[in-house]
């Protein structure tokens, strides 16, 4: 076996479901057996080339091997036996946890219920980016969605998933991403209260939806884009 | 050598492989000649599908395998755990009641 059949095998693994980390212990073990039948044959006075070619009879066929490793259902991945869990599910929750842990963050850090200019000496001004608050919101906006996104094509390249799962959960990513807002109400004047507000256009009248799909379709082309590139580059080098 | 059938053979490896390793602690390369040698060559497992088996055995938790560098190779050894050495047990005892019973059958046959 070559080097390109070893990658070959290891791409047919991955697609097959086979965890990546059987992958790559499977894939290390038949190179040091192969290398191991090699030598064997090479130190019995074998040619280079009929070392070569025992030791590639002895450990098996591409075809052969795949089918073996294949017809374990204990190597597959949990990706490959739930993916509706790991791109729809896990993308969503993990949002909902991050998000609350900002605004909880925000909250801490006395927004809403400090006067805007006690907050701004402490904290910075909260409409800069150079400041809590504007890392918290650049984050919230940019960062965490494009973490999503990215993490959900990350994984199914990794895994070489069929392409409907990340692309269903970076869609999801990015539309939750981008509906999901928070904003500070300062208070102003003696005894005012402010308030950390949450709001959604996911739902009736809409307002902004517009910008929302905007900023959903950007971080689903950034994400996206990069992923299937690099899934045609993979499909067409083994093909 | 011949070609084992391989649906009679289902099982066969796993059990050889729980035997080999209720003793040893060895690599997938050592375990393939072991095989043959104990076999008197009569059994030839394929040698890289001995992987997916050992790989499933230790994810049944029956071996457990550890990272070892010999001569500048890091190789990956494996034994049988206690869970491994109660599976083979159990294994051993169903292919002995296989083999009487087809001792039994061929022995009739042969005094029929």
Request: proline share 5%; hydrophobic share 45%; aromatic share 10%.
């Amino acid at each position: 076996m070559h080097e390109s059949d070893f990658n070959s095998l290891k791409d047919a693994l991955l697609r097959g479901g086979v965890a990546p980390r059987h992958v790559r212990r499977t894939i290390a073990e038949l190179r040091d057996h192969h290398t191991d039948l090699f030598a064997e044959a090479f130190a019995r006075g074998c040619s280079v080339e009929n070392a070569e070619r025992e030791a590639s009879m002895r450990l098996g066929d591409h075809d052969s091997l795949a089918a073996q490793i294949l017809a374990r259902p204990e190597l597959r991945s949990w990706a490959h036996r739930w993916p509706w869990l790991v791109y729809c599910v896990t993308p969503t929750v993990v949002f909902i946890f991050v998000f609350a842990a900002l605004l909880l963050l925000l909250g801490r850090s006395g927004a809403g219920h400090t006067d805007y200019s006690s907050y701004a000496n402490r904290w910075g001004s909260p409409e800069s980016l150079w400041s809590l608050p504007g890392a918290i919101r650049l984050f919230r906006v940019v960062g965490l969605p494009l973490l999503l996104a990215g993490g959900c094509c990350f994984l199914a390249g990794r895994r070489r998933t069929a392409p409907r799962w990340p692309i269903v959960g970076v869609i999801l990513a990015s539309i939750i991403g981008a509906a999901f807002q928070f904003d500070v109400c300062w208070p102003y004047g003696a005894n005012a209260h402010g308030a950390l507000c949450l709001r959604t256009n996911l739902f009736p009248p809409f307002i902004g939806i517009t910008g929302t799909i905007l900023h959903a379709a950007a971080i689903s082309v950034a994400t996206l884009g990069p992923y299937l590139w690099w899934r045609r580059g993979v499909t067409r080098a083994l093909s | 050598m011949e070609r084992n059938n391989p649906p009679f053979m289902s099982g066969v490896p796993e059990l050889l492989l729980l035997r080999l390793l209720a003793d040893d602690e060895l690599y997938g390369y050592e375990i393939v000649r072991k095989v043959r040698g104990a076999t008197g060559d009569a059994i030839s497992l394929g040698e890289g599908v001995v992987y997916p088996v050992l790989h499933a055995l230790e994810a049944a938790g029956a071996l457990r395998s550890r990272r070892r560098l010999v001569n500048g190779r890091e190789r990956v050894y494996y034994t049988a755990t206690k869970k491994g050495r109660s599976r083979l047990a159990s294994l051993s005892a169903h292919w002995r009641r296989i083999n009487d019973g087809i001792h039994l059958a061929l022995a009739e046959m042969i005094h029929a």
